[in-house]
């Protein structure tokens, strides 16, 4: 069980930066979206993504001890099935900027993990430096247009005034996703740079991963069971707004490792079926 106290949300500590992310669902679904664009755009509706932060390595493979943890683990869901294929292992870092050290780099970059992540055969792994700092003096905030939504569905809106906004967060996330991609030596990774606020929400930089041509069928297996025996590990965050009813349904013309999933939130089925759609020609 993850424990946090008030110190680690007071100090930015990762753990408490790593739950302020998954906890804004929607800051969530647009560095998802950034970590694993292809997949998140083609997700139908009913489905989701059943998440577990700081999951100690050693209670998944009990032989490995680099990384010590799984900071972020992302197990998609479509309809009753689990999508194992296109799980997601992330390293997360927190950076700790400042007005006047607006060149903050983490104290590690976190290449080294999620490289390791990659070769103990995750079909996906990301590297996220999340962003928190203070704000710039007033005098150097920018002015801004403010826009107002009109009509949602057809996707209107009308300028409405101005504002003086403070983008600093949208200059370290630059930064930071610059550092990223010139140090970066392994273009499988998926890399983000995401700012974590109190109000108001910022959308991440980032680069979309690369399926791992190392993963097996006996490593998906491994994610499978392992979820089935400890899904009160996993937040369930819907990929949609939920509606009143719904036909279950998944994407039959993938090549994807499907688990049948009896409750999303709390238990699995005790029989989980291992299906293998039919390859695209």
Known sequence: MLAL????FETHHE????????????LFGRCYQAL????????????????????????????????GDIDLLIIPY??????????????????????????????EFGFSQAEALLKLGFPYAGLAHLIVSDQSPVEFHQ???????????????ELTG??????????????????????????KLGLLASYIGDEGLWFPVGRSASRNPK??????????????????????IPRYPRPNTSNPQTHENKTSHTYSLSRLHKEVSSIFVLKHASPKS
């Open 5 to 8: 106290n008030r110190k680690m």
């Open 15 to 26: 753990f408490a930066l790593g739950v302020q992310l998954v906890l804004k669902r929607e």
């Open 36 to 67: 694993l664009t292809d997949y998140f755009d083609s997700m139908p509706k009913n489905s989701g993504a059943m998440i577990s932060i700081f999951l100690p390595m050693q209670s998944l493979m009990p032989s490995v001890s680099f990384p």
């Open 78 to 107: 479509e309809g009753n099935h689990l999508i194992v294929s296109e799980a997601m292992a992330v390293e997360l870092k927190a950076v700790r900027a400042k007005f006047s050290n607006q060149g903050k780099s983490p104290n």
């Open 143 to 157: 002015k801004m247009k403010v826009a107002t939504i009109i009509d949602e569905v057809r996707q209107t809106a």
């Open 162 to 187: 101005d504002a003086l906004v403070d983008i600093m967060p949208m200059h370290l996330m630059e930064r930071s996703f610059g550092r990223l991609m010139a140090n970066c030596k392994n273009q």
């Open 215 to 236: 993963t097996d069928n006996n490593f998906l297996q491994l994610l499978g069971e392992y979820f089935q025996s400890n899904s009160h590990r996993f937040i369930n």
